[in-house]
């Protein structure tokens, strides 16, 4: 069965709002451009900018709900990124040379009781994804609508802040890629583990605020806690939304 490139999304700043693209060009050995190019380190954080760090380093919505609710905007200008959100006056700035203006801005989003957002750090080269490899995270839009069932309600892919979401899909035949090549547009991709979800999913993208039981119902009603896969790009190659997704091996 194929499938369909429905949706492509980056996220320029680790946990720190999405954007929308209708294209993009996928290259070997990389993350999408700019997906999690800046992450944002808390009080606490070991990480530093030689290396690629683990997530419990990092602010994000597992532990700040509010957090979901930013978007995100890339300048053409290569180094300004805009987020927005419902609470907050939109923030127009330079991740590498303007970070305390950031840190004053998320500073209301973050609970009290948290690590404090203390600093913003880019690995060059890296995107700071939840892997120690560059992933592209791919989303099957039929498993999010078998987890809606479960739940009675509308659940929003956006809740699972994956790169590639694609539909024609039976409900969770993304699993059974794991260990095989896919064909995303031109671009191909080796399928390597199913996405282990945390309390980030349990938060409304709109809102910011928990108000649905996902990890809850992951394990009542499919038995895991996972949703979508992670793939590494093994053939550089342009993918457009509309594409077609396919198994090749």
Excluded at 100 to 129: C, D, H, K, Y
Excluded at 174 to 201: H, M, N, Q, S, Y
């Amino acid at each position: 069965m194929t499938g369909r490139v429905a949706a492509l999304w980056r996220h320029p700043i680790k946990g720190h709002g999405r954007e929308a693209l209708d294209r993009v060009t996928l290259s070997a050995g990389q993350t999408m451009p700019w997906d999690r190019r800046w992450a944002v380190a808390h009080e606490l954080a070991e990480a530093e900018e030689s290396a690629w760090s683990a997530c419990q380093n990092f602010s994000r919505g597992a532990k700040a709900p509010a957090l979901m609710a930013i978007t995100a905007r890339c300048h053409e200008d290569g180094r300004r990124v805009t987020l927005s959100h419902p609470d907050r006056p939109d923030l127009t700035f330079d991740p590498d040379h303007e970070s305390r203006a950031f840190l004053e801005w998320v500073r209301p989003l973050m609970p009290e009781n948290r690590a404090q957002s203390a600093r913003v750090i880019r690995v060059e080269g890296r995107g700071m994804t939840d892997t120690d490899y560059p992933s592209i995270s791919l989303l099957n839009l039929a498993s999010n609508a078998a987890v809606g069932d479960a739940m009675a309600m509308d659940v929003s892919p956006l809740r699972w802040r994956g790169n590639v979401h694609i539909d024609g899909l039976g409900a969770w035949q993304e699993f059974d890629w794991v260990g095989k090549t896919i064909r995303v547009g031109d671009a191909r991709l080796a399928v390597r583990e199913p996405i282990l979800r945390c309390l980030a999913t349990t938060a409304n993208p709109d809102t910011g605020l928990r108000d649905a039981d996902t990890l809850g119902t992951l394990k009542k009603a499919f038995s895991h806690q996972n949703f979508g896969v992670y793939a590494e790009v093994t053939q550089t190659g342009d993918v457009t939304i509309g594409d077609t997704v396919e198994v090749l091996e």
